[in-house]
């Protein structure tokens, strides 16, 4: 870390990506949203989108185009079971992909899951000058995630290098 370096508040959106979760019987959301503010993040917006691959390129693509959000952090949905299509609605949004980021989660799940974590279709990418982080749905997951990988990523002080210094730079042309 460089602390000699400003922090940067980044505008933070989180879709729950459930048919059966709520604001009430949520978890991974929350933990989600406790480590987004515990960080200095700002959480702009909370939805809760059902698993319909139609309906959450809907929501996305209403999110990407708000000047005032940085990131949308989705969790659930990114599965193999047959309404499981998180990661099938992200890539027709993103504009570029980011693998290195599904490859140290599966890394991270590996360690904790053994092999179990190949099921994870987590990934990453760009839209509209926003980052988009799509997550398994489970509570640990979503910690692991922002513990190991987003928490430094999202931290404009992290060194070598981290994805906020980016940002001014992500629709150059």
């Known amino acids: 870390m460089n602390e000699n370096k400003d922090f940067v508040i980044l ?9 059966s979760r709520n604001q009430r019987s949520d978890k991974s959301g929350k933990i989600l949203e406790e480590n987004i503010l515990e960080s200095g993040h700002q959480l702009k917006e909370k939805k809760f989108v059902t698993d319909d691959k139609e309906l959450i390129i809907k929501e996305l693509s209403n999110s ?13 949905g990114t599965g193999l079971t047959g309404r ?3 990661p099938e609605a992200v890539e027709e949004v993103i504009e570029k992909k ?6 140290i989660f599966r890394y991270v799940s590996f360690k904790k899951i053994g092999t179990s974590s190949l099921q994870s279709r987590a990934l990453a990418g760009l839209a509209n000058g926003k980052f988009i982080f799509a ?6 997951a979503c910690k692991d995630a922002w513990n190991e990988i987003l928490k430094f990523q999202l931290d404009s002080r992290t060194k070598p290098c981290n994805l906020v210094e980016l940002i001014p730079r992500l629709n150059e042309n």
Not at 65 to 70: A, C, Q, R, V, Y
């Open 84 to 86: 499981d299509s998180t």
């Open 135 to 140: 997550l398994p749905g489970s509570p640990s």
């Open 64 to 76: 990407i185009n708000k000047k005032e959000i940085d990131v949308v952090i989705l969790t659930g």
């Open 11 to 19: 505008n933070i959106s989180i879709f729950v990506v459930s048919d």
């Open 98 to 103: 980011i693998p290195g980021f599904g490859e």
